[in-house]
């Protein structure tokens, strides 16, 4: 039996502390691509009684989240453009925005094109700046350091809603891998 070797590949051309940060918040997103590869026709399933939230839903609130998170590290606000491109975080219920009919491929592309923006902002930072406070929600303030924890550990909990929507339709359907 052949054993894997888990670890965090840190980018070399970040400093050191910014570098192993980045590097949790890439290993969960090539993990979530690898958790969605053939889910093209799941992608707006909601569970067996149509009430949970879609992949597509969650893939497009964590491009909307992340896409925030750019904006904030460098304490910005995000351009209103980007908002009426992508849409809310949440609806005026509070519950994630109702998508559908969006293929696989384009909700990754934008999620893709996301994570290149925070990887570029992420590059720009020394260890230094990751002690600088950034404007959060609702009045709240956070470190930079904080704010790319965060947007690792958001993914890695949507990674596991994504993950027994799956399962849920496998149950149902299983001839689905």
């Known amino acids: 039996m052949i054993l894997k070797h888990y670890d965090l590949d840190p980018d070399l051309f970040m400093s050191p502390i ?3 940060l980045h590097s949790m918040v890439d290993y ?7 958790l969605v590869e053939g889910c093209e026709n799941v992608i707006d399933y909601k569970g067996p009684d149509n009430d949970l939230n879609s992949i597509g839903q969650l893939l497009r609130h964590l491009t909307v989240v992340d896409l925030h998170w750019v904006y904030r590290l460098q304490g910005r606000e995000i351009p ?3 908002i009426n491109e992508f849409g809310p975080m ?5 519950k994630l925005p109702m998508i559908q009919g969006i293929s ?6 934008e999620y893709a094109g996301v994570q290149k923006q925070l990887k570029d902002v992420c590059m720009r930072f020394e260890d230094e700046d990751l002690n600088n406070i950034v404007p959060f929600e609702k009045g709240n303030s956070a470190s930079i350091r904080w704010g790319i924890w965060h947007v690792a550990d958001h993914s890695r909990h949507h990674y596991s809603n994504i993950a027994y929507l799956k399962k849920l339709y496998q149950s149902q359907n299983p001839l689905f891998e």
Not at 90 to 94: F, K, L
Not at 104 to 109: A, I, K, P, T
């Open 18 to 20: 910014v570098g192993l």
């Open 28 to 34: 969960n997103y090539q993990r979530l691509l690898r």
């Open 80 to 82: 209103n453009e980007k």
């Open 90 to 94: 949440y609806d005026v219920e509070g």
């Open 104 to 109: 696989l491929d384009v909700l990754l592309s």
